[in-house]
């Protein structure tokens, strides 16, 4: 503009007007929100929810401890799943989300509830029959890798090396906190038992990670992708609970079986999976299947605060390489990664 020709109306080119946009005020609210229905979040609803599902699912051992004696396991986990489905189709419906798949997709759903909502529920409490569950959660941690392994198979996805070291220290720290309960293993077949059925169970958790990750890649919805991928396992459980001899539904008079029952199915089962899977969609299943590396480790915090669980000095060693390995594995390379 020269001199004493009148004000300029021009606009500035966006180009331009970025670059000299000064940002006067932050909106902490893109930080914060957490979306289910969007692919794209920031990272610090990444850690938000991440912490969310490690301290759920880290509560949900007690919770599923106070179920103990009250009915078989099968039918906790069936009332756990029919209680969640419904609880999601009734939202899908205030909400107007269609619960509409192709055949194709239907076939990924179904796998989804056989992998994450029933099949590796039913070899976890069956794996705790013949091996205490201190034992379970460190070969659950191997969920970690296995998520490696599926993602590099199926997707052809490399882990950064922060990502493998943050693993093998984690499990390692978990290994040291539970060397206890490790070093009285023996090779009796029933230890072998145990340790095979928790193992299948990792395996079928890992491959339901895979499993959400490419029905998000599809465009897949996770609500309405859960709710239906729910409905299946309930059909699977129910097949296998009254496929065993003289099976029957028990319905437990104790508050306390139905108070932790609400816990296991609103915070345990929709709350925590949904973040899950939006981790899943958004930084992979290897670094959301490390959250089962830390989960135990708040377990033994509720223990301490409610059981009387006593720490020893080598609990801390553990839980400082678990705390560095988690460190490790949330870098902020490695979410960028995604």
Not at 191 to 205: M, P, R, V
Not at 209 to 226: D, T, V, W
Not at 227 to 253: E, R
């Amino acid at each position: 503009m020269c001199q004493g020709s009148g004000p300029d109306t021009t606009l500035p080119s966006q180009e331009n007007f970025k670059q000299s946009k000064i940002v006067t005020k932050f909106d902490y609210s893109k930080f914060i929100k957490i979306d289910f229905f969007r692919n794209q979040v920031p990272i610090m609803n990444n850690i938000i929810m991440y912490i969310l599902t490690v301290l759920i699912w880290g509560t949900t051992w007690y919770a599923i401890k106070l179920q103990v004696g009250y009915a078989p396991p099968e039918i906790s986990i069936l009332y756990r799943a029919i209680l969640a489905a419904l609880c999601l189709t009734i939202w899908c419906k205030i909400k107007g989300l269609s619960l509409r798949f192709s055949p194709r997709d239907h076939l990924f759903l179904c796998m989804l509830g056989m992998s994450l909502f029933s099949l590796h529920y039913l070899f976890g409490y069956h794996a705790t029959r013949y091996i205490v569950s201190g034992v379970v959660a460190v070969v659950f941690s191997a969920t970690s890798f296995l998520s490696i392994l599926y993602n590099f198979i199926f997707f052809g996805i490399k882990p950064t090396r922060n990502i493998v070291l943050g693993a093998l220290i984690g499990i390692t720290g978990l290994c040291i906190f539970f060397w206890h309960e490790l070093k009285q293993i023996n090779l009796q077949d029933s230890t072998l038992t145990g340790l095979l059925l928790a193992s299948i169970a990792a395996a079928i958790f890992s491959l339901g990670g895979s499993i959400s990750k490419r029905n998000s890649q599809q465009g897949l919805p996770i609500i309405p992708a859960m709710t239906v991928g729910m409905l299946y396992a309930i059909i699977i459980i129910l097949i296998y609970t009254f496929s065993q001899p003289q099976q029957h539904l028990v319905f437990p008079k104790s508050p306390i079986y139905w108070g932790s029952l609400a816990y296991l199915v609103i915070p345990g089962s929709m709350i925590a999976f949904l973040c899950y899977l939006q981790l899943v969609n958004n930084i992979g299943p290897e670094l959301a299947g490390y959250t089962t590396v830390l989960s135990p480790i708040v377990a033994l915090l509720v223990s301490a605060s409610l059981e009387g669980y006593t720490w020893s000095i080598v609990d801390l060693l553990g839980l400082l390489l678990v705390i560095l390995g988690n460190i490790l594995v949330l870098s902020k390379r490695s979410l960028l990664k995604y």
